[in-house]
């Protein structure tokens, strides 16, 4: 597919260039040529590396366009003796993007070990009112996360997305074009039945499907093979420890380093530049882009300032980060043209982190494989929600399930820019909805099965005041047209998580965020570069 469009591409660009007679002999210097004229030239330049960003750029290469991407974080590179990352039961540097200790919302192990300042792989922003999770590394998000490959349920979705974005078009084209890719599969039976990292998952499938709530077991992005190999003993665990939001150092998660870019890299025309964090970005002559970036070292130390051009710019930096470049560039006249709708409509994902404890049949004491089962309560009196399971691998017998919860919470923030500091604060005021509805669903559970919310010596009470979901900030339908195109602006694209309106509905947000943007991908390369 990508000859076929690589030499349409090129033969169209020929046969218009023939016919206005400017097709230039060898050696001779075209002016006209962004190449000669811009420092660092390639045709699509994307920023960022997670979900958003693997699509674009795969898609990019797979059309003929050249493409750099640059990534803030580093590219980390599996070894055969399971130690690129870091262990979650001994949280060290690689752990965290430029903290001192341990970042995690829960810390089973209670161990807290300071460190030095370096760029690991999770990043914690604290706002006021709420710290927000993301990944940094080639892989971005995918690097840290749970692998829960879901997709929102029509009903919702509907209620969350404008008419103008078509689901059943994303739920028979792109959702499953992302799950191939990303290969991902259910959990299958022999673990979910016989393995004891899989007790815990058990037994909140019985505690939910006792309240009545119907279960999915979703598909994951995890090779199961490999868990099975770490079960077994003949590659070196990692997974079945629990080490999944510092990275997995077997290979078992399929993260976007394991397949959407390195197909990109493969088709010759992408290049990735970890370690390059982009300050800001301005348009220039004709409508090229300038993106300026710092080149930094592992210790944060700035090494170099550089600038890099492009015609068509991709913003692939998360939520947060593409709003505070977005944010930054306006703010200091860069980019003067994007609406005030930028840096607002920003959701949590209505997430919450809860415990169940004290619960009178055992839970396992390895409560760390993968998520793989969601527990549906659409008719949860406060608002719809959906529970997913987190690890927890004590060790030891706790008699307590970790949830992550997700519900369909309108509230929404906005992001002030702040001038002196050339960066962004949240504005965010809680309303306690995700909270509320999750404590509703822990209270019937706990009627029936038995046990109580909250644990002393884990989490005392549903938080809904920490996200691992970001989303929104560059709007579709307000700083953006409805497939990511930035208002005001030709050739300007928003790819990522900023796009989506403040909540993926109640399903984790990957899918969403790749099925969109292989949809806009698509459309972009059709009506707006001309392949
Ligand atoms: P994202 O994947 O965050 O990628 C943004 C990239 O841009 C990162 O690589 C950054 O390092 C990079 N970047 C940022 N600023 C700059 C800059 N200035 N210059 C250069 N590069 C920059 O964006 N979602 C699920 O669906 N299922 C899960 O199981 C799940 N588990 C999660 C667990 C954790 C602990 C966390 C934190 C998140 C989890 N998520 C999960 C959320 C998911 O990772 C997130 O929605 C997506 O990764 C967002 O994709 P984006 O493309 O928006």
Request: aromatic share 10%; hydrophobic share 35%; proline share 5%.
């Amino acid at each position: 597919m990508s000859k076929k469009i690589f030499d349409r591409r090129n033969f169209i660009k020929t046969t218009a260039l023939a016919s206005a007679g400017i097709i230039l002999s060898t050696g001779c210097k075209d002016d006209n040529n962004p190449e000669s004229r811009f420092e660092n030239y390639t045709e699509a330049l994307v920023i960022g590396t997670g979900f958003g960003g693997a699509v674009t750029a795969l898609r990019l290469g797979e059309a003929g366009i050249k493409t750099t991407m640059l990534e803030r974080g580093q590219r980390w590179v599996l070894t055969p003796e399971g130690n690129t990352f870091s262990p979650l039961a001994f949280p060290d540097k690689r752990s965290a993007w430029f903290e001192t200790e341990n970042i995690a919302p829960l810390n089973p192990f209670g161990i807290s070990p300071t460190f030095e300042r370096y760029a690991g792989v999770l990043e914690r922003v604290r706002y006021s009112g709420m710290d927000v999770y993301a990944g940094a590394g080639v892989g971005g998000g995918s690097l840290v996360y749970g692998g829960i490959t879901i997709a929102p349920e029509k009903p919702l979705f509907t209620q969350v997305f404008p008419s103008e974005i078509d689901y059943d078009e994303l739920a028979s084209v792109y959702f499953p074009r992302v799950i191939q890719m990303l290969g991902a599969s259910p959990i299958p039976d022999d673990l979910l039945n016989d393995s004891e990292y899989f007790e815990f998952v058990r037994v909140h499938v019985e505690h939910a499907q006792n309240v009545g709530l119907p279960i999915e077991y979703f598909a994951s992005a995890y090779n199961w093979d490999i868990i099975k190999e770490e079960i077994a003993g003949t590659i070196p665990a990692s997974a079945i420890n629990g080490d999944i939001i510092y990275g997995v150092n077997s290979g078992a998660k399929k993260s976007l380093d394991h397949n959407y870019l390195p197909q990109a890299e493969a088709t010759g025309n992408v290049t990735i530049k970890p370690l390059h964090q982009v300050k800001d970005i301005e348009q220039v002559d004709d409508g090229y882009y300038r993106i300026n970036v710092e080149m930094i070292d592992v210790d944060g130390t700035v090494l170099a300032e550089s600038a890099f051009h492009c015609k068509y710019l991709f913003m692939g930096a998360g939520s947060i980060g593409t709003t505070k470049i977005l944010m930054r560039s306006k703010g200091k006249g860069y980019l003067p043209n994007i609406n005030d709708t930028l840096g607002k409509g920003w959701g949590s994902n209505g997430a919450t982190m809860s415990v169940r404890s004290l619960l009178p049949t055992n839970t396992g004491a390895r409560q760390s494989s993968p998520s793989s089962s969601a527990a549906y309560d659409f008719n949860n009196d406060i608002s719809p929600t959906v529970l997913d399971m987190a690890n927890y691998p004590l060790g030891t017998e706790c008699n307590c399930l970790i949830y992550l919860g997700l519900t369909l919470d309108s509230n929404r923030g906005y992001f002030d820019y702040n001038p002196s500091r050339e960066d962004i604060d949240l504005v965010w005021n809680n309303n306690n909805i995700p909270k509320s509805a999750i404590d509703n669903l822990l209270d019937r559970m706990n009627v029936v099965n038995g046990g109580q919310s909250g644990s002393i010596f884990i989490l005392p009470e549903t938080k809904d005041d920490l996200t691992y979901h970001p989303l929104g900030g560059a709007v579709m339908g307000e700083t953006c047209d409805w497939i990511g195109r930035v208002k005001g602006y030709d050739n300007l694209y928003v790819m990522d998580g900023a796009l989506i309106p403040g909540s993926t509905a109640c399903a984790n947000p990957s899918l969403t965020i790749a099925g969109l943007a292989e949809k806009n991908i698509e459309t972009i390369l059709n009506e707006d570069i001309l392949v």
